[in-house]
């Protein structure tokens, strides 16, 4: 150090000494290391180091952290680890801190693991496996199918468990499936219920054709029929009269028909063009052109209101007149007959009471519409506003789902008639008559009085009506 002293260093020398005074202090760092814990600074086989992570993880020591502990170590400093880590650690190096020739081996699960042949495939393993992913895969398919495409549920609305036994089947005869009409409208209509009268019931006839003959200038013509028993009223039930409003009874039933066959939906939405307003009954025509409804609102208010608007809005929708009276026909309803839109004032749409009772018996039996659709065509029927031709005439108790229909020159109701009995009779009635004569009307509600007394007394003693003989082309 006198050296030193005496002659100056320059810089390189000076760097040079404090290098050599480093690397002086770090070897004796690293000795008092080795003799504190030799293993910190034994090279690890991959082997050892897979037992010394999983002995840190399985010991409470392994938590610390690997690089703190190991500068403690390299600084001297007392480290977490376990005495007995210390001195297993320890037996593996000798007492001058160098390495043991000694090899670590391998562990019984790994000499297994490496020492393990190889499985052949198993061909039926395999086949099994691929039948359970097929299963697997059809059930997922069909749960998917299920979810977009879901059955309609039936039996939801307000009197449908009533509707579903509302005739008997021993009275219909069943035809053969027909072709599907024209312009997309599904032909549900296949099997044609025959009106099997039984027994006339002569004594209420009577009593109606006086009520008739009392009332100049009016003409009368109807067809009461209950299936349960045969018992019938029939006063010129052929004649063919001016449908008015009643018209919309087939409309609404081929509607519903295209329903069912998936051609139009519920929620489709139709819009109201210039050529389709109509006046007279409804409310739609007092919109902007161009308003758009629902296809079930547009039918709704056809029946409820008996809305001429929504009315030829369906004949467009469904096709136009021609398609519409082909359909008449298919079902059996030989003088029903579409030619002219809503309003019809000068009754050039044609109507029988012996046709709109033959379509009300199909409606109640099922044979043109599914049961959903059945009961929606029922419910609305129920709604209709105008209550007051054949509805003032029923007893206590009883119901009714119908339409009416009213022009200048005729009145008329149809529908279908359910007694406290739980018996059910089909009723359709018209009446000519001098322009906007009340008469009518009133002619309407005395004979519906008489019919409905008589159907329930006959229904409480007739006796079922005998099989039919004949089918309907």
Do not use: C
């Amino acid at each position: 150090m006198a050296e030193y002293a005496r002659k100056p260093l320059s810089v390189g020398q000076r760097r040079q000494l404090l290098k050599q005074r480093r690397q002086a202090a770090q070897k004796r760092v690293r000795q008092q290391s080795q003799n504190l814990h030799p293993q910190s600074l034994r090279p690890k086989s991959p082997i050892a180091k897979r037992r010394a992570n999983a002995t840190s993880i399985q010991s409470p020591e392994g938590l610390v952290n690997p690089r703190a502990q190991q500068r403690s170590v390299q600084l001297g400093l007392p480290t977490s680890r376990s005495s007995a880590t210390a001195r297993r650690d320890s037996q593996s190096f000798a007492s001058d801190g160098q390495r043991t020739d000694q090899k670590a081996t391998p562990s019984p699960r790994n000499r297994a693991r490496t020492s393990r042949p190889q499985r052949k495939p198993n061909w039926i393993q395999n086949v099994l496996r691929l039948g359970f992913l097929g299963l697997g895969m059809s059930a997922m398919a069909g749960t998917a199918l299920a979810i977009l495409h879901p059955e309609p549920p039936s039996g939801t609305l307000a009197g449908s468990k009533q509707a579903l036994n509302l005739l008997s089947p021993s009275n219909l005869v069943s035809g053969d499936r027909g072709a599907s009409g024209s312009a997309g409208i599904a032909n549900f209509g296949a099997t044609v219920p025959v009106l099997n009268p039984g027994k006339e019931l002569t004594e209420a006839k009577a009593k109606i054709q006086a009520l008739a003959a009392a009332q100049k200038d009016l003409e009368a013509g109807m067809f009461f029929y209950n299936p349960e028993n045969g018992a019938y009223l029939d006063v010129a039930g052929d004649r063919a009269f001016p449908a008015a409003s009643t018209i919309k009874l087939p409309i609404l039933v081929a509607f519903f028909q295209a329903i069912d066959a998936g051609q139009i939906r519920l929620d489709e939405m139709l819009a109201m063009r210039k050529e389709l307003i109509a006046s007279e009954a409804g409310v739609m025509q007092y919109l902007p052109v161009g308003t758009k409804f629902s296809a079930l609102e547009t039918a709704d208010k056809m029946i409820t209101i008996s809305d001429n608007t929504a009315t030829n809005m369906m004949i467009d929708r469904l096709g136009g007149m021609t398609a519409l009276n082909q359909r008449f026909r298919g079902w059996g309803l030989t003088q029903t007959s579409l030619q002219n839109v809503l309003p019809d004032l000068k009754g050039t749409n044609t109507v029988t009471p012996k046709d709109l009772s033959t379509l009300m018996l199909k409606i109640g039996q099922g044979d043109l519409l599914t049961p959903r659709s059945r009961d929606l065509v029922l419910d609305t029927l129920r709604r209709t506003v105008t209550n007051t031709l054949l509805p003032p005439g029923l007893g206590e108790g009883a119901t009714i789902a119908h339409k009416t229909g009213d022009i200048g020159s005729v009145v008329g109701d149809a529908g279908l008639v359910g007694m406290p009995n739980g018996q059910r009779y089909v009723a359709a009635i018209f009446v000519k008559r001098p322009h906007n004569d009340s008469r009518a009307q009133e002619l309407i509600r005395q004979i519906s009085k008489v019919s409905y007394q008589a159907l329930l007394s006959s229904s409480k003693t007739a006796s079922p009506p005998p099989t039919a003989a004949k089918t309907a082309p």
